[in-house]
């Protein structure tokens, strides 16, 4: 079996988003679990759309989830010569041909056709153009692009997840393919590396469809033959509107500063667009190389969904070792300033061990528990009342709390020991609410939080006692 190899080709115009990363995913699944290679080439012959910065972020994005690419990175950029000669020999072969038309002369064919009902495409003037003119609007140094001769009929291919697609090809333009500043466009570029780099399997989102016929027409022309296409379904939002920043299109980095697990994320994308037809949820890398297949993608668009991956997210937060967690938790309460002297590992891991099976992502951990590292806490004092306790009630049940809580040894000042004391004075009230509900919000100052208990052992004696006694003030 001749072997499989597939290629990331992504154009370095901004970060790698969510959808790229699966595209990535998908082309590496597949390439590994048929012992083949997969490619990184970066297509970076649109100079104009270039962004500075967008190689590393794909780069660090790629390296962050755990897909190496096999061999060197390709930069297209450093192949421009490659990409000329074949275009000079199609143009030699008339299968491409020059066009020294202007911005301004397209736009007003485009406009013609438009008005006349057609296809906004080209109407191939320069192809009439004799060899003499040709020459002399060269020697004329006038700028010029080489354009594709879409030949006349039908384009069709046989698609891995789209089966049979045919194009007319009367709706196909004149491809650019050589543009004037002498580097390539997407097309003649992706097709000549697809095929000297022998990429056997092109796996790409659904958005470059449209442009297959087009390669199809190059393969053919140069004879060579064409790779196998697999274009995978696009990321929409729940709406079933295009994917937008509003629904999770960030950058893959962004998803790592909230605090995301990489694991989580591969594990989620893999399922945005195949499953492994039965209803197992969580995948490691390595697992779902095992089990990955092409004709279990599916054809429809593939919906994001922020809550699965949140959850997703928190299975992977669960199975991390404390350690770990606690090394990652830091850096976020250090940011926000939570943490600002010396850290007290042991302190904080307490914390994230009661926290870690409510955490969705790591950056949750500010938000569950600031009040664990603040001084003062700011909450309405009405939070403190369990259903309709009023404020004479309320101080009593504080007062009375501070009271057992100072005849508590320092060393007794656990969950365990602490419990049975609290409940026998919740017995005595005849409502567990009322003495648990305030304390928990005189420690948390949050409306909803671990037990009040758990919290108690970790802020210790002292810090209670002052709790207490600020709450008690407000009344
Ligand atoms: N450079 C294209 C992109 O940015 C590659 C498309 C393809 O895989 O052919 O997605």
Known sequence: MPTIKTRFAPSPTGDLHIGGLRTALYNYLFAKKNNGKFILRIEDTDRARFKEGSVETILTGLKWVGIKADGKIVYQSSRTDIYKKYAEQLTAENKAYRCFCSVEILNKIREEQVKKGNPAKYDRRCLELSKEEIEEKIKKNNPYVVRLIIPDGKTKFKDLIRENVEFNNKEIDDQVLLKSDGYPTYHLANVIDDHLMKISHVIRAEEWLPSTPKHIILYEYFGWKPPEFAHIPMVLAPDKSKLSKRHGAMGVLEFKNQGYLPEAIINFLAFLGWNPGDNREIFSMQELIEEFSIDKVQKGGAI?????????????????????????????????????????????????????????????????????????????????????????????????????????????????????????????????????????????????????????????????????KMAIKQI
Do not use: H
Request: proline share 4%; net charge positive.
């Open 304 to 468: 994001f969904n922020m809550e699965k991956l949140n959850w997703i997210n928190g299975q992977y937060i669960r199975r991390l070792d404390t350690d770990k967690l606690v090394e990652l938790c830091i850096p976020y309460l250090k940011k926000t300033k939570l943490i600002t002297t010396k850290i007290n590992k042991e302190y904080v891991e307490k914390i994230v061990v009661l926290q870690k099976d409510r955490l969705k992502k790591v950056s949750d951990i500010i938000e569950f528990s600031d009040f664990f590292f603040k001084e003062k806490m700011e909450y309405d004092k009405d939070l403190l009342k369990w259903k309709n306790m009023d404020d004479r009630e309320l101080k009593n049940i504080l007062e009375k709390i501070s009271e057992i809580f100072s005849g508590v040894p320092e060393k007794d000042f656990t969950k365990e020991k602490l419990e049975p004391i609290l409940k026998s004075e919740a017995a005595k009230v005849g409502d567990n609410g009322k003495v648990f509900w305030p304390l928990r919000v005189a420690l948390s100052g949050k409306k909803a939080s671990p037990g009040p208990l758990e919290i108690a052992e970790i802020l210790g004696k002292e810090m209670c006692t002052r709790r207490l």
